[in-house]
């Protein structure tokens, strides 16, 4: 989900950009947190052994589903990051993209600290967020008045 008009546009650029910072993710065991409408999903099921797509939005997960049909390795969890529980060890790749700006300082550190448990010990966390500016150029009023001010050396 890019809250963008031009979405289609960016997501041409963006998605081989954000994968080639990735390390080799052949067999491996990943977890896609807060993974929306699967934009990433199946492009990580297309080489690893397995990928668990979370989100808690009920509808994404089955639009996932839709979009991702032809894989038989996704397995899909509607769950809030929060209070998610995985088994510890057990994935190779933490991947999030656009996830952590939802949640408070208190969750993003508690987030953290889980995927640090559910990584093997030579497991990537992987985490993309857009620093810069809001993601996004429609619903400018839900974002406030912000939203058009920053310039390199604000605060
Ligand atoms: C901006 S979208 C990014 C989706 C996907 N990562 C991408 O890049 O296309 C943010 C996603 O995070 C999900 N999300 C936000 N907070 C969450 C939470 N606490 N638990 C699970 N999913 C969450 C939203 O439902 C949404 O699908």
Redesign the pocket.
């Known amino acids: 989900?890019?809250?963008d008009d031009n979405a289609a546009e960016i997501?041409k650029y963006e998605q081989p950009e954000?994968m080639s910072f990735l390390p080799p993710f052949v067999d491996m065991n990943i977890v896609?947190?807060?993974?929306?409408?699967?934009?990433?999903t199946g492009l990580f099921a297309e080489k690893a052994d397995r990928v668990l797509a979370?989100?808690?939005?009920e509808s994404?997960v089955e639009q996932n589903k839709f979009n991702n049909s032809n894989f038989t390795n996704i397995d899909y969890k509607c769950?809030?990051?929060?209070?998610?529980q995985l088994t510890d060890n057990s994935y190779d790749l933490v991947?999030?993209?656009?996830?952590l700006?939802?949640?408070d300082d208190q969750?993003v550190h508690a987030l953290i600290q889980k995927t640090m448990s559910w990584l093997r010990e030579d497991g990537y966390l992987f985490v993309?967020e857009s620093c810069f500016k809001p993601?996004?150029n429609l619903y400018p009023q839900a974002i406030g008045s912000q939203r058009f001010s920053w310039a390199p050396g604000s605060p």
Do not use: P
């Open positions: 989900m890019i809250l997501a954000i896609e947190l807060g993974a929306g409408i699967g934009r990433f979370v989100d808690f939005m994404y769950a809030d990051v929060t209070t998610l991947f999030t993209n656009w996830l700006m939802y949640l969750e993309r993601s996004g």
